[in-house]
């Protein structure tokens, strides 16, 4: 009785799966797709910076002379770097700082694909010259005086990257790393 138990489940199993393969002769899967192998979910594929979110663009600061704001602890430390935590942005330089400022700005032209639906991997870096690409050619320049904040970031270990429009300094954008949750500014130099 066993044996024939197993026979009709051994039967039932062949002519459902030559069902499947009749209707998709290549392989199982319509039209000709071939499934990919699954991947196994890289430890990049989530934010490990502001509590696991990438962050909304930031908000446009009134005061033109103001101070960068500092994040305070309840346990009294104090981070005064540039970074976001629960989405606002701590360290941000006053609007009216003479280093932004641009005789031409955007002058290689206007980067379209910022904000937080856009993450990106850098496909090269010129640590020499503080430059990276994006796929497309598209590549930026980081702020002298920013480069010290990401010299040490890992450049090259996935869609880490996220670029916004400095809402404070016409001509620049502003880099975010995901994982670090720290931005340094940045100017698009174009394709």
């Not at 994040?71 to 003479?98: A, C, F, I, L, M």
């Not at 990106?120 to 480069?147: K, L, M, N, S, T």
């Amino acid at each position: 009785m066993r044996g024939q138990s197993l026979l009709l489940l051994g039967a039932g199993i062949w002519f459902g799966t030559a069902g499947v393969y009749a209707q998709h002769p290549e392989g199982g899967h319509p039209e000709g797709q071939h499934a990919e192998a699954p991947r196994a979910q890289s430890r990049n594929d989530v934010p490990r910076a502001n509590q696991g979110r990438i962050p909304p663009a930031p908000a446009h600061r009134e005061a033109p002379q103001g101070r960068p704001e500092v994040e305070r602890h309840p346990s009294g430390k104090v981070n005064e770097t540039q970074h976001v935590s629960n989405d606002h942005w701590y360290g941000h330089d006053s609007p009216d700082d003479k280093r932004f400022h641009v005789d031409h700005p955007f002058e290689h032209g206007h980067f379209e694909h910022f904000g937080a639906s856009y993450r990106y991997h850098v496909e090269r870096i010129d640590r020499d010259h503080h430059r990276f690409w994006f796929p497309g050619g598209f590549y930026f320049q980081v702020a002298d005086w920013d480069w010290a904040t990401c010299a040490d970031w890992c450049w090259d270990c996935g869609d880490d990257f996220v670029v916004y429009e400095d809402p404070d300094h016409i001509g620049w954008y502003m880099l975010y790393n995901v994982h670090t949750g720290a931005y340094v500014h940045v100017s698009y130099l174009g394709t």
